[in-house]
């Protein structure tokens, strides 16, 4: 039930940190360190690759999920839109994994992956939150996210649940093949859940953002550089499905090849600067738009923050970054729904869980 919040999707971005929380205990053993079935660590251990297949929100995930597990584990990582792999399979490696990625376990586009990829004998996990679900059923192996129901069609808490999860089976793999990766995943996952808390009761700063850049305009960019740029997808989709407002996400080093002459004056550019690695770069995309218009509203993070930026956001792990940058982008997508008289739960054309290819 949604108690006393105007709207499912905002309590259920409001359950993130407390989510968050409940991850990292159903994840930790007696000893308090993280751990995942043997069996999925002993598949993991024998592939040669991993393909990660999903749709919307949870596609998204998965491009964050590649760069945890490539950069913690080691294991080198194909992510595929499922509706494509399926006429699109690329070639595959000798040993493939194959994880479906998927709130509800029931959509079909990535079913019918699962049901290709079995006939050929390859092994699969699905991350989901609903056990039982058809996707879990039909898969060798399950991780739950542990996020409770989500019924708001735009999915938020799923999404920071996926990315959790992806992060422990990333560390735990990479625990189980020796790797010394010199932070504890539970302590900077912690982190994760108090910075979240505290951009929860940020609302009015999101809510003032979204009245200022959204409330009439016709369309609006994210851009961003590695993983600020996949957040910036999540974000574009967030905005697009429940407020119509036509959004893009962009690499931040795309602009120039294109997507700069749709820039006007005054048209929004959300830039998300949170990774000190591309901090120098997406500053100066967004310099390349702003002198040719653009009204830019930059977030950032602490000990990264400049003069201009819109909202600083607590500093957390810079690899677990999306886990929190993504937060704002939730809620300016939902302040800015409401300012436009949209059914923020009940997006028009949208289905929650979809069911048809
Ligand atoms: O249940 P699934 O995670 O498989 O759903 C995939 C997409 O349909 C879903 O993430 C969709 O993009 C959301 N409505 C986005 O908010």
Known sequence: EKGTYPHYMLKEIDEQ??????????YQNDNNELTIDADIIQSVNDTDRIYII??????????????????????????????????????LSEKPL???????????????????????GH?????????????????????LLHAGPEIAVASTKAYTAQL???????????????????????????????SMEALCDSKEGFEDIAREY???????????????????????????????IQAEGFAGGELKHGTIALIEEGTPVVALATQESVNLSI????????????????ISMKGLEEEDDRFVLPEVNEMLTPLISVIPLQLI?????????CDVDKPRNLAKSVTVE
Request: glycine share 8%; proline share 2%.
């Open 17 to 26: 940190p407390l989510v968050t929380r409940k991850i990292i205990q159903a």
């Open 54 to 91: 999903a749709c919307g929100t949870s596609y998204h995930a998965g491009l964050v999920g590649k760069q945890f597990i490539e950069n913690m584990a080691g294991i080198p990582v194909e992510v595929h839109v499922a509706s494509e792999f399926s006429y699109n399979m690329p070639l």
């Open 98 to 120: 194959f994880i479906f990625i998927s709130q509800s376990g029931e959509t079909a586009d990535s079913r019918s992956v699962l049901v290709q990829v079995k006939e050929l």
């Open 123 to 143: 092994r699969s996990l699905t991350i989901t939150n609903v056990q039982g679900s058809t996707l879990s059923r039909e898969a060798d192996y399950t991780l």
């Open 164 to 194: 959790a999860v992806l992060a422990i089976f990333a560390n735990v793999t990479a625990a189980s093949k020796g790797k010394e990766l010199g932070f504890d995943l539970v302590q900077e996952l912690g982190i994760v859940a108090t």
């Open 214 to 244: 959204l409330a009439t305009t016709r369309n609006c960019f994210f851009i961003g550089r590695s993983l600020d740029y996949y957040v910036g997808l999540e974000g574009a989709l967030k905005l697009k499905e429940i407020s119509y």
């Open 283 to 298: 500053r100066g995309n967004v310099k390349e738009v702003a002198a040719r218009g653009a009204n830019p509203c930059i």
């Open 333 to 341: 997508s939902y302040y800015a729904a409401l300012h436009r008289d």
